[in-house]
C-alpha cells in the first residue's frame, strides 16, 4: 500500500496548476488560458498519496486547458478561456473542482468518461486512460468521490471530494 500523509491542500493543488499550465504552453505555443483560483483559506492539509493524486489533478487540468483551447478555435470573439479551480473544506470533507468554460460534456458521453479506452479526443491526442484511472485513484485509492457536472454549451465542472 502506498503511503499516505497530510499535505496542504493549496499548496498542492498551486503546484499542478503550474505544472499542468506551463506543460500545456510547452506542447501548444498558441494556448493561453486565464486560471481562477478560488482556494478556501481554511482548507488546510488532507491525507493523501500526494503523487497519485497529483496525476489526477493532471488529467482534470489538462483536460479542462485542453477542452478551452479547443473550444477557443470556434467561439466568438469575446470567448475568453477560462479554468477555475476551488479548494473547499466542507464538514469532515475536501473539494477539489475542476471548472472550465468550453465547449460541455453531451449527455450521451458524460456516462462513458470513466470507462476504460473512452475518449472523445482526436485519435493520437487521448489514450481514453486518463479519466478512468483518475476515477479508479479517487474512489478505490482514496475511498473519495469523482463527479462530473456539465451541460453541453456551458462547460464542465469535475470534483474531487476527498474524507478529511
Given at each position: 500500500?502506498?503511503?499516505?500523509?497530510?499535505?496542504?491542500?493549496?499548496?498542492?493543488?498551486?503546484?499542478?496548476?503550474?505544472?499542468?499550465?506551463?506543460?500545456?504552453?510547452?506542447?501548444?505555443?498558441?494556448?493561453?488560458?486565464?486560471?481562477?483560483?478560488?482556494?478556501?483559506?481554511?482548507?488546510?492539509?488532507v491525507i493523501m498519496?500526494?503523487?497519485?493524486?497529483?496525476?489526477?489533478?493532471?488529467?482534470?487540468?489538462?483536460?479542462?486547458?485542453?477542452?478551452?483551447?479547443?473550444?477557443?478555435?470556434?467561439?466568438?470573439?469575446?470567448?475568453?478561456?477560462?479554468?477555475?479551480?476551488?479548494?473547499?473544506?466542507?464538514?469532515?470533507?475536501?473539494?477539489?473542482?475542476?471548472?472550465?468554460?468550453?465547449?460541455?460534456i453531451p449527455d450521451?458521453?458524460?456516462?462513458?468518461?470513466?470507462?476504460?479506452?473512452?475518449?472523445?479526443?482526436?485519435?493520437?491526442?487521448?489514450?481514453?486512460?486518463?479519466?478512468?484511472?483518475?476515477?479508479?485513484?479517487?474512489?478505490?485509492?482514496?475511498?473519495?468521490?469523482?463527479?462530473?457536472?456539465?451541460?453541453?454549451?456551458?462547460?464542465?465542472?469535475?470534483?474531487?471530494?476527498?474524507?478529511?
Amino acid at each position: 500500500m502506498t503511503e499516505r500523509y497530510p499535505i496542504d491542500i493549496n499548496a498542492f493543488v498551486e503546484e499542478y496548476i503550474g505544472l499542468s499550465y506551463h506543460g500545456m504552453k510547452a506542447q501548444t505555443p498558441d494556448f493561453d488560458a486565464s486560471v481562477v483560483r478560488d482556494f478556501d483559506e481554511a482548507a488546510g492539509n488532507v491525507i493523501m498519496t500526494p503523487h497519485e493524486m497529483g496525476r489526477v489533478l493532471v488529467n482534470l487540468l489538462n483536460n479542462a486547458f485542453y477542452a478551452v483551447h479547443e473550444h477557443r478555435k470556434s467561439a466568438g470573439a469575446d470567448y475568453s478561456p477560462t479554468v477555475t479551480v476551488r479548494t473547499k473544506r466542507v464538514d469532515s470533507r475536501m473539494e477539489i473542482s475542476v471548472i472550465d468554460n468550453g465547449p460541455g460534456i453531451p449527455d450521451g458521453v458524460k456516462d462513458k468518461i470513466f470507462q476504460p479506452l473512452f475518449t472523445t479526443k482526436p485519435a493520437g491526442s487521448g489514450t481514453g486512460l486518463g479519466l478512468s484511472l483518475a476515477f479508479e485513484v479517487v474512489t478505490h485509492g482514496h475511498n473519495a468521490r469523482l463527479e462530473v457536472d456539465s451541460r453541453e454549451g456551458e462547460g464542465a465542472q469535475f470534483v474531487v471530494t476527498l474524507p478529511v
